[in-house]
């Protein structure tokens, strides 16, 4: 490079605090939802059940990687928020393997609740994310001219 040149280093991290509490709340309400349905999933449809586990899991792994600026968390957060929100539909349009007891149940409140809490975390996520970074705020770094 030319000492005119000048470098951009990318951490990953990102600075968008309103992105991320109101992402991180989402994420949470995702996660309590899910665990106030375990017991009932696990007794109808074990498999769902080893799945809100796993989403659970997923939620707070998210929730650190975005208290830690780390822009993974959106990534994370919002393909778990779209997987499951797409999961309700099937769940209540086809059905799922071994759970057809909900076809048609478009008006659960738990399942409203979380169908609006993920579609807030697809939308905060999607538009963290696509918003261009600005280096003087996401902790990237100029290299000095040489």
Same mark, same amino acid.
């Given at each position: ?46 498999? $769902? ?26 990534? $994370? ?70």
């Amino acid at each position: 490079m030319s000492s005119a040149a000048t470098m951009v280093r990318r951490t990953g991290r990102t600075s968008r605090p309103i992105f991320e509490a109101l992402t991180i709340v989402g994420l949470i309400g995702i996660a309590w939802i899910h665990l106030l349905d375990l017991a009932g999933k696990m007794e109808e449809t074990p498999y $769902l059940g080893w799945a809100y586990i796993g989403l659970i899991a997923g939620c707070a792994v998210a929730v650190v990687l975005l208290a830690r600026r780390d822009h993974r968390g959106f990534v $994370l957060g919002g393909g778990l928020a779209a997987a499951t929100f797409a999961a309700y539909v099937l769940s209540r349009t086809t059905g799922l393997p071994a759970a057809t007891s909900d076809i048609g149940n478009w008006t659960e409140t738990l399942g409203v609740l979380s169908l609006i809490a993920e579609g807030a975390v697809v939308v905060l996520s999607a538009a963290a994310l696509s918003r261009r970074p600005d280096p003087s705020r996401t902790g990237a770094t100029q290299a000095i001219r040489g």
